[in-house]
């Protein structure tokens, strides 16, 4: 506003948003967190729960700076991919930002999510690119193989689930629609135990009570499922009547595991897991590869749709059998393995040394015998690898939400692979990277979206890049 006043000559301050302020607003696009977003005298709104092509009464709830946030007073023109959402607790809980809207309509706007950011970041048009349409499921509900709820009490009951948008009151969720049904028939008939043995649950503010988080995961293809007790202290109170009357309701289960965190911290997990029942790991299998997973170890959440997020890559990473591949960020190795087929010689580092040793051990599992792994940053081992006279024709990245650091951007520039294929989880920092390795010689050829989390507004990106 200052400078448009400068430009100008005129007073604009008449223009300011003022928090209570009502207005009719057009909804132009989604947001990244799923909010719409409209512009009223030049500034911009975001409106959670309002669609794209909705028209609305918008009222101010904050106003600041060049942004202010509203919500619906009443929707004067409804979008055609206004949903009525299937969940009970949905405008509570905020686990989920999209029930609202038609899955159709999810999709074309998590596509336009991942334009946005290039348009903001970037001068990239991607009209002159391969931008394909978003890559999303036949049955979007029901894909999430974990769960992870805290534990609390609500009018003498023990309750699980997520702490409500913006608020500390814990939303119960007893059959939530995201989730495996499996992870909620555990979750559930865990916590009935807890009361009904009058197990202490844990009370923040208090610091006081034992049981804090009830970990669930499950293997879609093998059907091994682990609970996993998140404990404020080692000692449970009938703890051993607590394990044997999950193993009585639940007599299928693979695995019972307490891990133990006496911090005051919002971290779930501790530093000490120990097994009470079962194995310490469950399998799961996804197309020829099976993986172990103990129960702090990253795995995909959305298996089904995992298998095109890595089909997506290998596509991109156009392999002929004859390239030298790296896999930055490999964690226990997924992707590395999903490609190694079409590589010469595969290569992956990650600086948690436990999965480097998973890494190693899958690889062997999967007779995969020209892989090798290393523990460490990709910025070390690049360069040194490069003296030795080893030049990498492809690298694959997976950053985490915080995308490349500075330092392996450079690396990146320096080593100069033919090919990067880079996986994001966050189209922002993707398209902040891709224009710094635009200005080093790196051209975008092509941008596929995947919907890996339906009903929420996340979208992960497969982008190939060519020097």
């Given at each position: 506003m200052k400078q448009q006043r400068k430009d100008t000559g005129k007073d604009n301050s008449h223009l300011k948003i003022k928090k209570g302020q009502r207005f009719?607003?057009?909804?132009?696009?989604?947001g990244i967190d799923?909010?719409?977003?409209?512009?009223?005298?030049?500034?911009?709104?975001?409106?959670?729960?309002?669609?794209?092509?909705?028209?609305?009464?918008?009222?101010?709830?904050?106003?600041?700076?060049?942004?202010?946030?509203?919500?619906?007073?009443?929707?004067?023109?409804?979008?055609?991919?206004?949903?009525?959402?299937?969940?009970?607790?949905?405008?509570?809980?905020?686990?989920?930002?999209?029930?609202?809207?038609?899955?159709?309509?999810?999709?074309?706007?998590?596509?336009?999510?991942?334009?946005?950011?290039?348009?903001?970041?970037?001068?990239?048009?991607?009209?002159?690119?391969?931008?394909?349409?978003?890559?999303?499921?036949?049955?979007?509900?029901?894909?999430?193989?974990?769960?992870?709820?805290?534990?609390?009490?609500?009018?003498?009951?023990?309750?699980?689930?997520?702490?409500?948008?913006?608020?500390?009151?814990?939303?119960?969720?007893?059959?939530?629609?995201?989730?495996?049904?499996?992870?909620?028939?555990?979750?559930?008939?865990?916590?009935?135990?807890?009361e009904d043995l009058k197990i202490p649950v844990y009370n923040e503010?208090?610091?006081?009570?034992?049981?804090?988080?009830?970990?669930?995961?499950?293997?879609?293809?093998?059907?091994?499922?682990?609970?996993?007790?998140?404990?404020?202290?080692?000692?449970?109170?009938?703890?051993?009547?607590?394990?044997?009357?999950?193993?009585?309701?639940?007599?299928?289960?693979?695995?019972?595991?307490?891990?133990?965190?006496?911090?005051?911290?919002?971290?779930?997990?501790?530093?000490?897991?120990?097994?009470?029942?079962?194995?310490?790991?469950?399998?799961?299998?996804?197309s020829e590869f099976s993986f172990n997973l103990s129960p702090r170890a990253f795995f995909q959440l959305n298996p089904v749709q995992t298998k095109k997020l890595y089909n997506s890559a290998k596509e991109a990473a156009k392999l002929s059998g004859k390239e030298k591949v790296v896999d930055a960020y490999c964690g226990v190795g997924t992707i590395g393995l999903w490609l190694a087929d079409g590589a010469a010689e595969l290569r992956g580092m990650d600086v948690i040394d436990e999965a480097i040793q998973d890494a190693r051990k899958n690889a062997e599992v999967h007779g995969v015998h020209h892989a090798h792994y290393v523990t460490g940053k990709a910025e070390t081992w690049l360069p040194k690898w490069e003296k030795e006279g080893w030049h990498p024709d492809v690298v694959v990245v997976d950053p985490p939400r915080t995308g490349l650091d500075r330092s392996f951007i450079e690396t990146l520039l320096r080593v100069k692979p033919k090919r990067i294929v880079y996986v994001s989880c966050n189209p922002s920092t993707l398209a902040k990277n891709v224009n710094d390795l635009a200005r080093g010689g790196y051209k975008l050829k092509s941008l596929q979206p995947v919907d890996m989390f339906p009903q929420t507004a996340q979208v992960e990106v497969v982008s190939e890049l060519t020097l």
């Open positions: 009719p607003l057009t909804i132009k696009r989604m799923g909010e719409g977003v409209g512009f009223f005298k030049r500034q911009v709104v975001f409106v959670p729960g309002a669609l794209p092509g909705e028209e609305i009464v918008c009222e101010v709830t904050k106003a600041e700076g060049k942004f202010a946030t509203g919500k619906i007073v009443k929707i004067r023109k409804e979008s055609k991919d206004r949903v009525a959402p299937p969940c009970p607790v949905y405008a509570e809980c905020g686990g989920c930002q999209l029930q609202h809207m038609a899955y159709g309509g999810q999709l074309r706007s998590k596509k336009d999510i991942v334009r946005q950011a290039f348009e903001r970041y970037t001068k990239i048009n991607l009209d002159k690119i391969n931008f394909k349409d978003t890559i999303g499921m036949d049955d979007p509900w029901n894909y999430r193989n974990k769960s992870q709820l805290q534990v609390g009490t609500e009018k003498g009951k023990v309750i699980a689930g997520l702490y409500s948008t913006n608020s500390h009151r814990l939303i119960d969720l007893e059959d939530c629609a995201v989730q495996h049904p499996q992870t909620n028939k555990v979750t559930n008939t865990v916590k009935q135990i807890i503010r208090k610091r006081s009570g034992v049981i804090r988080t009830i970990v669930t995961r499950v293997g879609f293809e093998t059907g091994e499922y682990q609970v996993v007790l998140v404990t404020k202290e080692r000692d449970i109170p009938k703890g051993k009547l607590l394990i044997d009357e999950i193993k009585r309701r639940l007599p299928d289960v693979t695995s019972i595991v307490q891990n133990i965190n006496p911090k005051k911290t919002s971290l779930v997990f501790g530093d000490e897991t120990v097994t009470l029942f079962g194995k310490d790991k469950i399998e799961e299998k996804m």
